[in-house]
């Protein structure tokens, strides 16, 4: 993926919140990677605690996330700009 900022790219996909989020908490994908597909998943601290009470992705959460596609440099800047610890 072309980005602006960071050029060339892999994609990476974090919910609609993170994006211009600071201090929102980053949870990253624990499950390991599947060749099938191999990017980068986040999503912030309200996602997780809706995926919690759904118990799985589904349009419930996935709707709430509005995930959206961004480059891996943006993911690294966002992690930084949204983690808690």
């Known amino acids: ?3 602006s900022i ?3 790219k892999r994609p990476a996909f974090i919910c609609k919140h993170l994006f ?7 949870i990253e994908s ?15 601290s309200e996602c997780n605690k809706v995926l919690e009470r ?8 996935e709707n709430f996330a509005g995930v959206m596609a961004i ?5 690294q800047d966002i992690k930084k700009r ?3 610890s």
Not at 55 to 61: A, V, Y
């Open 1 to 3: 993926m072309e980005c």
């Open 6 to 8: 960071h050029g060339d």
């Open 20 to 26: 211009g989020g600071e201090g929102l908490g980053f």
């Open 30 to 44: 624990e499950e390991p990677v599947d060749p099938e597909w191999p990017f980068k998943n986040a999503w912030c």
């Open 54 to 61: 759904e118990g799985q992705w589904n349009d419930m959460s």
């Open 71 to 75: 480059c891996e440099g943006c993911y």
């Open 82 to 84: 949204n983690n808690r």
